[in-house]
């Protein structure tokens, strides 16, 4: 979908998401929604009519309550999933660090999960090859590459999971908690990689409950409360807001 704006990475036009909690499960229950003209499913709306744009180069976070709609935003962006109306446009290679692994097979050994994820973080095959040392070494994994992933412990996975996706050269970098996870060593040779993109001039959007992260690391913050934005601007200025908001009642 083209956009009307050259240097704009990320476009959300009106964008609702909705999902169903539940489905009758009989019968019956189908002709008493029927005859009553009540709703068949029970709807959550993670998001309602959000619009906003992020331009190319920009560290954006995403801040809000659980529940407020940020990785939903998220997997939007990285095309996990669609709107139930609006539009998403986004520009570029996209690397997800949301669910890290999730492409991974489980019988695979390490080494032919690196090309499975590689491949479906659009990454082809000569450059899978050529990052190949660097994302194993990086992931600390030498050793145990050639071993299922199923004997993997949950900190082995993350950190190959991590290599991979930032190792296929991402215009656009979507992280959902990510460095909030694994040992202390590999937390701070992950911020270091993230600052690496930063000085690069990758687009970078951060979903984190870490205040001080997105204070020091995002020039911009996004505030969402109930699938809604309630504040967008200057990130020390929006956590402000939203710190002093966590006395309050939700606002929307």
């Excluded at 520009?91 to 660090?97: E, I, T």
């Excluded at 080494?111 to 082809?124: A, K």
């Excluded at 190959?160 to 215009?171: D, I, M, R, Y």
Aim: with cysteine; aromatic share 8%.
């Amino acid at each position: 979908m083209p956009t009307a704006f050259d240097s704009v990475e990320v476009d959300f036009r009106h964008v609702t998401k909705r999902f169903a909690l539940r489905e009758g499960h009989t019968l019956r229950e189908f002709a008493s929604a029927i005859v009553s003209r009540k709703a068949w499913t029970n709807d959550f709306f993670a998001l309602r009519d959000v619009s906003f744009t992020i331009a190319r180069g920009e560290i954006v976070g995403i801040i809000g309550r659980n529940g407020s709609g940020k990785s939903t935003t998220l997997k939007l962006m990285a095309g996990v999933t669609a709107p139930s109306s609006g539009e998403v446009f986004v520009g570029g290679r996209v690397s997800p660090l949301i669910e890290l692994g999730a492409g991974f097979h489980p019988d695979l050994t390490g080494r032919e999960n690196v090309h499975l994820n590689g491949s479906i973080l659009g990454m082809t095959s000569r450059e899978i090859k050529e990052q190949y040392d660097s994302i194993v070494a990086f992931a600390e994994m030498e050793e145990f590459i050639d071993t299922p992933v199923k004997r993997y412990s949950s900190g082995m996975y993350i950190r190959l999971g991590f290599a991979v996706a930032v190792h296929s050269n991402p215009e656009v970098l979507l992280v959902d908690e990510v460095l909030s996870v694994g040992d202390s060593f590999f937390q701070e040779k992950s911020l270091a990689k993230m600052h690496e993109f930063r000085e690069k001039g990758t687009t970078i959007v951060v979903v984190s409950h870490s205040a001080p992260l997105i204070e020091n690391f995002c020039g911009r913050a996004i505030w969402l409360e109930r699938g809604q934005i309630v504040d967008d601007g200057p990130a020390k200025e929006v956590l402000e807001r939203y710190t002093h908001s966590q006395h309050e009642p939700h606002l929307i």
